[in-house]
Each structure stands twice: as structure tokens, then as C-alpha cells.
């Protein structure tokens, strides 16, 4: 591993409280807004040391170079659990494709967004939930990285011009995970306990169906830091995605996992997108490779049913697609009033065919919208 690679990693082992940091293998890592320290090749080093002419050094690190050029640049936020995902797309990508295997053919780059900056205030009140994708779109705008790999449930409804998002990754477990150290569900916790979440999907599930208890809304930060804070006894239990934890081997942590019809998940929660530039038909070659139909369908009906909501994250909304033992496609979505007091639901199944599946989530959205009526979400 490269001095730039360990010292991130030791950076982000000082914040977890609960458990060590997972180990990846990082051959190329690079920050961007960040002062790393100069990395030395030990190549270059030996061709340095060698007594010859410096017609000969300069040809050696000229082939240092051209060894250091990466095939793909990866863009991603840098949490560990944003991490994580770029290294999974490394790994899919070399298992398919073996001139990737080669050292430093797939380089990360990691890009901090507003969102990773902001975290004293609720995400709605500094922009939403482009504040973490704005920066990588701009990256990969620009050509600085070739592609970007998103947690889809953070990606806005739209995409930005020139760029496309051809791939979904295997989808993981969408259900919510149970975080406490006292009790094992929710209906354990007693009257007044407060359950920290940044999410009004969450927010409005827990008091519609607990109303007995608090929620703490500007319960920010990655997955080491929430809970660093509920082991620090700011609240006495909060909601996490499960698929997170999974992928970063963390599900020690779950006191229980929340069945759908307790906890409607988000839009494209558990789902990775990797995007591209339109016109880079190169990358998109190589993205067609990874990606997975039965996700990239699912994800799509979920945010037509967003996007005809006009979701923001001022807007308790749920949905989730999935294909059923027929083959078909069984979708349920959810709105909800900030306070739990009203919570609007629907449900549609049809064939498990892009074009219905959009019409689907749509549909839904258009029934919910006409059932809440106006000033239903307080806005």
C-alpha cells in the first residue's frame, strides 16, 4: 500500500469507535482538497540510484510514468462506506476485464462534496441531495475521472448534461438495520427514548407507528461517526441500511433488521450507480460489462415514482421495486406528513419490462400525489 493509501486510512481509524476499519487493497489513491505526501516509487528510486547517463533516468521515468497511467479513474466520495463501493467496482471491473489487473490500471480518486463539509445542519437546508454528487459531476464533466460510483439513493431525479448512467451494480439488501445498545426493536424502546436519524422517510415511519417516541433530525455524518454517537449516548438508538453495513462488514453492530411493511425503504436504497460521459463510448463499454438489468429496472420504476413526486429531502417518501416469484414487477410506494400523523400508500405490479416498470412508478406517484392533495407535505 502507498503512503498516500495508509495515511487516509489511519485518518479515518481515529473516527471509529466501534470497530477497526476494513482493509482494501489501494494501489492507487489520490484526494482531491487534500495535502498528501509525496509518494516515491520504489522503481523510480532504483532507476535514480543507477550510475549511466541522464539520457538513461529520464527514459526511466519516462516508462515510470506511462506505468502510472491509469486505464480508468475512479471518482467517489471518501467515506469508508463510499470507499468501499469504488473498491467493489475496481474488483468487478479486473474480474472481467484483465488488462485492469495490471498495477495502477484503476486509480481512485476521492473528490469531498458540499455534503461531506456540511454536516452541523439538516441536509434540506443547504441543498439537498445533489450536495453529494455536485463534485463528482463536475470532475467527471471536466475529464478528470472517467467514472463516478454513487450511492443511488444520494443521485438527484435528473442527471447533469453530458453525462449518463448505464450501470447498476447488484443490488444488496434494502432493508433498514436497528441500531441500539438496550433493546432489540423499536417497540422495546420505552416512552420518550430518542432515536437519531437524518432521514424524514425514517422520521415519519417511527412516529407514524411509535408515536411515543423522539426523533433526533440532524443526526449527520458516515456510518463510524452515527454510531460513535450513539455510543456516546447522544440518543438511545437509530436506523442505519443495512447494505451499508454489509459492505463494510459491520453488521455486528444490528440489534435487528426491520421487515418492509415496518420500514419502506428509500428510492434505490442499496443500489450502486456508476456513471459516465455521454460521448466516452470506451467507458461505457466497459460499465455495460457490470451492469445488472434486474437492478437498473428496479432502480428505474423507484425514481419515476421520485420524480413524479417531486421528491426533495423536505418529502417523507418510500418506494421500492422488486421482481416477484412470477417474474413480475411488484412495486410499493409510501408518502408520508413530516409528523407520521398521515402516511399515504399504494402499490402496482405488472411486467418486469422497462417501459412498464417506468409507466409503474409513475402511476404511483400520480395517485399519491392526487390522495395528499395540497399542502400535504408542510411545504
Known amino acids: 500500500m502507498d503512503i498516500s493509501s495508509s495515511s487516509f486510512h489511519q485518518a479515518h481509524n ?87 489487473t495490471e498495477d495502477g490500471a484503476i486509480h481512485i480518486e476521492i473528490i469531498k462534496t ?30 478528470h475521472i472517467d467514472i463516478a460510483v454513487h450511492s443511488m439513493k444520494d443521485v438527484p431525479t435528473y442527471l447533469p448534461e453530458k453525462t449518463i448512467l448505464p450501470c447498476n451494480l447488484v443490488r444488496e439488501d434494502v432493508r433498514d438495520a436497528f441500531i441500539c445498545l438496550t433493546a432489540a426493536s423499536l417497540a422495546e424502546l420505552p416512552a420518550g427514548s430518542v432515536v437519531g436519524t437524518a432521514s424524514l422517510r425514517r422520521k415519519s415511519q417511527i412516529l407514524h407507528k411509535y408515536p411515543s417516541l423522539a426523533v433526533e433530525e440532524n443526526f449527520r ?37 426491520l421487515s418492509l411493511d415496518e420500514m419502506l425503504p428509500a428510492v434505490a436504497q442499496g443500489a450502486i450507480g456508476i456513471a459516465c460521459r455521454t460521448e466516452d463510448d470506451k467507458m461505457a463499454s ?11 429496472l428496479a432502480v428505474a420504476c423507484e425514481r419515476a415514482f421520485l420524480e413524479t413526486l417531486d421528491g426533495s429531502c423536505r418529502t417523507p417518501i418510500a418506494g421500492y421495486a422488486a421482481k416477484d416469484e412470477e417474474g413480475n414487477c411488484f412495486f410499493r410506494g409510501l408518502v408520508a406528513s413530516p409528523d407520521g ?31 395528499a392533495g395540497p399542502g400535504f407535505f408542510g411545504n
Open 341 to 371: 400523523t398521515r402516511v399515504l400508500e399504494t402499490s402496482r405490479k405488472g411486467p418486469y419490462v422497462f417501459e412498464d416498470m417506468v409507466k409503474m412508478g409513475k402511476d404511483a406517484g400520480q395517485e399519491l400525489l392526487s390522495l
Open 286 to 296: 466497459y460499465l455495460a460489462s457490470l451492469n445488472h438489468e434486474e437492478t437498473r
Open 14 to 100: 481515529k473516527v471509529s469507535l466501534l470497530r477497526r476499519q476494513p482493509s482494501f487493497p489501494v494501489n492507487s489513491v489520490s484526494v482531491i482538497g487534500f495535502s498528501l505526501p509525496q509518494v516515491t516509487s520504489p522503481s523510480l528510486e532504483k532507476c535514480r540510484r543507477k550510475r549511466s547517463s541522464s539520457g538513461f533516468v529520464r527514459a526511466c521515468v519516462a516508462m515510470e510514468e506511462k506505468k502510472r497511467t491509469a486505464i480508468i479513474r475512479i471518482g467517489t466520495r471518501g467515506s469508508p462506506l463510499a470507499l468501499a463501493q469504488a473498491y467493489e467496482t475496481r474488483a468487478k471491473l479486473q474480474a472481467k476485464h484483465p488488462e485492469l
Open 221 to 257: 455524518g458516515n456510518v463510524q461517526t452515527r454510531l460513535s454517537k450513539l455510543q456516546g449516548g447522544k440518543v438511545h438508538a437509530t436506523l442505519l441500511a443495512l447494505a451499508g453495513l454489509k459492505r463494510l462488514s459491520m453488521t455486528e453492530n444490528v440489534a435487528s433488521v
Open 114 to 143: 458540499t455534503g461531506d463539509k456540511i454536516l452541523s445542519q439538516p441536509l434540506a437546508d443547504i441543498g439537498g441531495k445533489g450536495l453529494f454528487t455536485k463534485e463528482i459531476d463536475e470532475a467527471l464533466i471536466n475529464g
